[in-house]
């Protein structure tokens, strides 16, 4: 699978089937997010793993819809320092390590879905996350529970239009 097929083929998925991921799948997503680019090669992340089933409860109930953390095989959560003059590019950074994580799970046929996490504090109660970190971003990840709905096209009306985002040198 190529990068654009992986992007036409990516879809939330929110049920996982009950089985382990591969140590090498875990580490194969956990490089992805450490080689994406960020602002200035900053790096700013930390990530951390969790595959233990009462912990990844106890994320599941750190934000509202967040549910498809307590069925996931893995769910990782991305961790960068508390708010500065850089926390914008902090949080696109993330965005940009969460993408690469969930386009080479895709290739792999594992499944991902994104969540937030509204209770910070919590969090770092929850996971360790020492003072001077934060967190707002998971991602859960495992084998999708129904095979079909990595397959399934786009429905209409699940995108926007190309001429609707796109705009030519200027607005």
Request: proline share 4%.
């Amino acid at each position: 699978m190529n990068v654009w097929e992986a992007i036409q083929s990516k879809r939330a998925i929110r049920e996982f089937v009950d089985q382990a991921l591969r140590p090498e799948e875990i580490e194969r997503i956990l490089h992805a997010g450490r080689r994406s680019q960020s602002s200035k090669n900053s790096q700013p992340w930390h990530f951390i793993a969790i595959q233990e089933r009462d912990r990844l409860r106890q994320v599941a109930g750190l934000g509202s819809g967040m549910g498809h953390v307590a069925g996931a095989a893995l769910c990782v959560v991305i961790v960068v320092p508390t708010e500065n003059e850089r926390t914008l590019w902090h949080f696109f950074d993330s965005g940009q390590s969460a993408a690469y994580m969930q386009l080479v799970a895709t290739e792999m046929g594992i499944g991902s879905c994104l969540g937030t996490i509204y209770e910070p504090e919590r969090a770092n109660a929850v996971l360790g996350i020492p003072a001077g970190w934060q967190t707002r971003l998971v991602i859960s990840f495992g084998y999708p529970a129904d095979s079909a709905v990595v397959a399934k096209p786009l429905q209409a009306g699940g995108r926007r239009m190309f001429d609707d985002v796109v705009h030519w040198e200027t607005w």
